[in-house]
C-alpha cells in the first residue's frame, strides 16, 4: 500500500514537471530537470519549478499564471510585424470615429502591450492632444507614432531586438552564461546574431549605389572605407586616445586610469565556481549598464560644481556572465587628482557601498605614471577585446581573444551598450569630413588648411587645440558641421483632407490610407525638431543649414515653403543630409555626389530602389 502510494506521488510530479516543462526548448528543459534534481523534496523542486517558469513567462510578456511556449529559433519577423501592422491598422479603423486622442492611446497601449515602446512625445504635446490644441507641426508627430505602428518595417528591427533579449534574459534566469558555460552571451544568441551581421553583409554586397556620373559601388565596398571596419575602427580609436594622450602631456595633466563596476545585486553569479549570486534580483546587463549611466552622471554634476574638467575615454565592457563594468582613461590637472578620485569613489559606493567587497571591488584607481609606460597602453588591450582581438591572446577568463571580441560585439549589440564613449574633447565628425579633402590652396583659408593638415596626417592632439582646445565648447569651435535639408520631388498636397489623418476604408481587412501633410506649422520655429537642426543660412543660401540646437524653420520660412523638402516615410521629420563643414562662415561641401541604390539579386537582375545615398567623392 505504502509502495504504491509513493508510485502515485512520483507520478503525479513527473505529469506536474512535465505540464511545466512543455514548450520550453530541450536547451532548457535539461538546465531546469537539472535544477529539479536538486531538492531533496518534491515539494521544494516543484515550488522551484513554479517560480521559475512563472519568471519565464513574465520575461515573454505573458501572464505569470499560464506557461507558454518559448521560441529560441528566430521567428518570421516579416509575417509578425505584417500581423502586428494589420492589427494598429485595424485599432485605427475602429477609434478614429473618437477622434485622434483615442486613436493615438489606443496604438500607445497595443505597442506597450508587446513590450515595445512607441515613438515618445513630449509632455507639451500630450497636454495639447488631450486638450484638443496641437499645432500642425504637433499634429504630425502624434500623426508619426500612429503611422508607425501601422508600419512593418518599424515593427520588424523591434521584433528582432525584443526576442534577442527575451532569449538572452532566459538565459541569464538559468544561469547559463558563464565562464564555465557561455561566456559573455549565450551561444544560442551568439549565433543568431552572427547570421544577422552575415544576412547584413550580403545585403550590402547586393545593393549597388549609383552617382549621377553612373559609377556604380557595392555598399560593402563603402562600408569598409569607413568606421564600419573594425580595423579602420579601431585605427581612430587609438589615434584619438594617443591624442588625447600627447595633449595632456604638452599641458602638463595627469592620467589616472578608473574602474566601475556595479553592485553585488546585478551580478547574477561567481566568477569562480559558477554558482548562482544569492544578492542577484533578476537585473539584466542593460540594468547594469543603466546603473553605471546614473552613477557617472552624478559624478560629472559633482565634478562640475567643483569645476573639475576630465576629458579622455570610457570602455563598456561585459564580466563574464554579462553584468557590465567601465574602464576610464582620465586626463586632468595634477591639483585636481586627488579630488578626481575621491568624488568617484563617493558615488561609486553611495548604492550598497557597505555589502562584503564592495570598498575592494567596486572601484578601482591606477595612477599613471609617463616614465612607467603610456597612458594609451593602459586602454590599448581593452579597446582590442571590444572590436577584434587582435594584439592580445587571451582575455581575463583564459577565453581566445578573437572568440572573445567576437561575443562581446554580440553582447553589446544585443543590449544595445555603446562600448567606446570620448569624454570631453571636440567632435570627431568635422574630422571625417576635413579627411575627406584635398589640400586647400585658397590663401585666405589657411588656418583650415592648418587643421585639415592635422586631420589628415592623423594628429588627433595638433587638431584638437587647432579647433579651440579640449575645453572648448561646441558652438565656438572653429570648424562646425553644415547639414541640407533633402528636397521634394514629387510633392503632394491633399488640401481638402488635411484635416483628417486618414481616410475611412470599409472592411476591417483593409488598412487606413494616410493622406500626406507638411510637417512645419504655424508655431513651426518655436519647437525643436529635425534632431536638433537649425536653417539659419550661413552665406544667405536658404537650404544649407548650420549645426546647432534650434527649430525646424526660422521665422522668414512659412508653411509653403516647408512642403519643397522631404519629410520621413511617417511624415513627422524633415530629411537631414550631412553635406560638409562650416569654418567661421565658409561653407566647404564635402559630399558632392547623389547617390540611387539599386538591389542585385542573386540572377544578376537589378531592380531599382528610390532610396539616395550622400557620400563624397
Known sequence: MEGSLMTRVEMDNARFVAKRLHGIPHIYKTVLKQRYDRFSHHSEANLDLIQTTKAISKILGHSSIRMTSVNIKSPNFKQKSKHHARQCANIVIRHHSNGLKHTYFAISRYINCHQIKPCPLTDTILNHLENDCLTDEEYSKVMGVIKRGCDPLWWKPKLRRLHNRQVETISRLLNQISRHRSIYASDITVESIKNQWLNSREQLENTLATNELDYSVSLAELSDLNVSNPKIRKAELMVRIRGFEDYATKHGYAAVFLTMTTPSKYHRCFAKSGAENPNWQGATPLDGQDYLNRTFQRIRASLNRDKITPFGFRVAEPHHDGTPHWHLLL????????????????????????????????????????????????????????????????????????????????????????????????????????????????????????????????????????????????????????????????????????????????????????????????????????????????????????????????????????????????????????????????EIVTRVHEWTLSYSQANGKIEPNRSNLEFCQ
Open 331 to 586: 586626463f586632468v590637472p595634477t591639483e585636481q587628482q586627488e579630488a578626481l578620485v575621491q568624488t568617484f569613489q563617493e558615488y561609486c559606493l553611495q548604492e550598497d557601498g557597505d555589502e562584503h567587497g564592495a570598498k575592494e571591488r567596486r572601484f578601482k584607481v591606477e595612477y599613471i605614471d609617463p616614465n612607467k609606460g603610456s597612458a594609451t597602453g593602459y586602454i590599448a588591450k581593452y579597446v582590442a577585446k571590444g572590436i577584434d582581438g587582435e594584439g592580445i591572446e587571451h582575455d581575463l577568463y583564459g577565453t581566445e581573444s578573437v572568440t572573445a571580441a567576437t561575443r562581446i560585439r554580440v553582447w553589446a549589440s544585443c543590449w544595445g551598450i555603446r562600448q567606446f564613449q570620448q569624454i570631453g574633447g571636440v567632435g570627431v565628425t568635422p574630422w571625417r569630413e576635413l579627411r575627406r579633402l584635398s589640400k586647400i590652396t585658397d590663401e585666405s583659408l589657411e588656418w583650415v588648411e592648418e587643421i585639415r593638415q592635422a586631420a589628415d596626417d592623423s594628429d588627433w592632439g595638433r587638431y584638437t587645440e587647432l579647433m579651440g582646445g579640449v575645453f572648448c565648447k561646441r558652438d565656438d569651435q572653429l570648424i562646425r558641421l553644415l547639414y541640407q535639408y533633402k528636397k521634394q520631388s514629387n510633392i503632394r498636397f491633399d488640401n481638402q483632407n488635411f484635416g483628417n489623418p486618414y481616410v475611412d476604408t470599409k472592411g476591417v481587412g483593409h488598412q487606413p490610407t494616410f493622406c500626406s501633410f507638411s510637417a512645419a506649422g504655424k508655431n513651426a520655429g518655436d519647437d525643436t525638431n529635425a534632431a536638433g537642426i537649425s536653417t539659419q543660412s550661413i552665406s544667405g543660401n536658404p537650404e544649407i543649414i548650420r549645426d546647432s540646437n534650434s527649430g525646424i524653420f526660422g521665422n522668414s520660412r512659412n508653411q509653403a515653403e516647408a512642403r519643397n523638402y522631404k519629410s520621413n516615410r511617417y511624415s513627422d521629420e524633415f530629411v537631414v543630409q550631412l553635406k560638409g563643414i562650416v569654418a567661421l562662415g565658409v
